[in-house]
């Protein structure tokens, strides 16, 4: 997965820490945790590999996490062709 973040980072005290795969019924299939503030790299794309999609599930969430205010922002769903 290759996620494309916008958080308005203000330094280590508020910024996106992670972004997760889950399914429609959130399930945790993967997370990718963000090491340090992007302030001056707005949006950034980072991947994640070695997600284990169980099989028949067609459709995941992306959603992202910040440390001051956990889970939130848009949720983008995604279909998976060929699932």
């Known amino acids: 997965f290759h996620v494309t ?3 308005d980072d203000a330094g280590w ?3 996106a820490d ?3 795969v889950v399914t429609t019924d ?3 299939l993967g997370k990718r945790v963000l090491l340090h503030p992007h302030d ?3 949006p950034f794309t980072r991947s994640l590999s070695g997600v284990a999609v169980p099989e028949g ?3 995941v969430v ?3 996490h910040d440390l001051v ?3 939130g922002g848009a949720e983008m769903t995604v279909d998976l062709p060929g699932r």
Do not use: F, P
Request: hydrophobic share 30%; no cysteine.
């Open 5 to 7: 973040v916008r958080h």
């Open 57 to 59: 599930v067609r459709t």
């Open 26 to 28: 959130g399930t945790v």
């Open 13 to 15: 005290d508020h910024y």
């Open 18 to 20: 992670r972004w997760d």
């Open 69 to 71: 205010h956990g889970l």
């Open 40 to 42: 001056d790299e707005q």
């Open 62 to 64: 992306i959603r992202a």
